[in-house]
T-cell receptor, first 108, second 114 residues
Framework: RKEVEQDPGPFNVPEGATVAFNCTYS??????FFWYRQDCRKEPKLLMS???SGNEDGRFTAQLNRASQYISLLIRDSKLSDSATYLC?????????FGAGTRLTVKP | DTAVSQTPKYLVTQMGNDKSIKCEQNLGHDTMYWYKQDSKKFLKIMFSYNNKELIINETVPNRFSPKSPDKAHLNLHINSLELGDSAVYFCASSLEGWARYEQYFGPGTRLTVT
């Protein structure tokens, strides 16, 4: 089992749609969780950290389920500019692991 | 005023050559990293440096060696390049050890070994 697993997609959705991604992790002692965004041929950039109580940033909502060892990202009212690859990141002490990413394409 | 910069952006070289990639950050961060992203887009940590001290060294071939002349720089040297080294290499930095803090990535260096 991979340490951090994501559905690679691609997810193709129309503008305005709501889309959700899940990410599972194998290390139950993992401490910190993040979602990064990577545009084509660009560097990854932090989208949001994921807190135990769940957190929201505009159209983006992240949740953590420690019991089931997964984190999720919900995007509401999708925009064309949301098209990118979304990377799930899980860390334990000084060890950080990236998922392979979920590719999202938002179409007009 | 680029936060994390890398040079060169593209590097094409032949097998067996030795090459270096430079990385600089102007954020005042304590920790810097090198990542490799292969053709399957999987991002994997290679090295990290904290105040000139190597704190993580993943199981990469010893042909790869990080060198940090100061806190703002972490260069990557690669000896005897192989075809499998072709990938995009990203430098990154963070305020402290990476467990809790955002990492800022450089634009990447696309290495092609022929």
């Amino acid at each position: 089992r991979k340490e951090v697993e994501q559905d690679p997609g691609p997810f193709n959705v129309p503008e305005g749609a709501t889309v959700a991604f899940n990410c599972t992790y194998s290390n139950s002692a993992s401490q910190s969780f993040f979602w990064y965004r990577q545009d084509c041929r660009k560097e990854p950039k932090l989208l949001m950290s994921v807190y135990s109580s769940g957190n929201e940033d505009g159209r983006f909502t992240a949740q953590l389920n420690r019991a089931s060892q997964y984190i999720s990202l919900l995007i509401r009212d999708s925009k064309l500019s949301d098209s990118a690859t979304y990377l799930c990141v899980v860390s334990y002490n000084n060890d950080m692991r990236f998922g392979a990413g979920t590719r999202l394409t938002v179409k007009p | 005023d680029t936060a994390v910069s890398q040079t060169p952006k593209y590097l094409v070289t032949q097998m067996g050559n030795d090459k270096s990639i430079k990385c600089e950050q102007n954020l005042g961060h304590d920790t810097m990293y090198w990542y490799k992203q292969d053709s399957k887009k999987f991002l994997k940590i290679m090295f990290s440096y904290n105040n000139k001290e190597l704190i993580i060294n993943e199981t990469v071939p010893n042909r790869f060696s990080p060198k940090s002349p100061d806190k703002a720089h972490l260069n990557l040297h690669i000896n005897s390049l192989e075809l499998g080294d072709s990938a995009v290499y990203f430098c990154a930095s963070s305020l402290e050890g990476w467990a809790r803090y955002e990492q800022y990535f450089g634009p990447g260096t696309r290495l092609t070994v022929t």
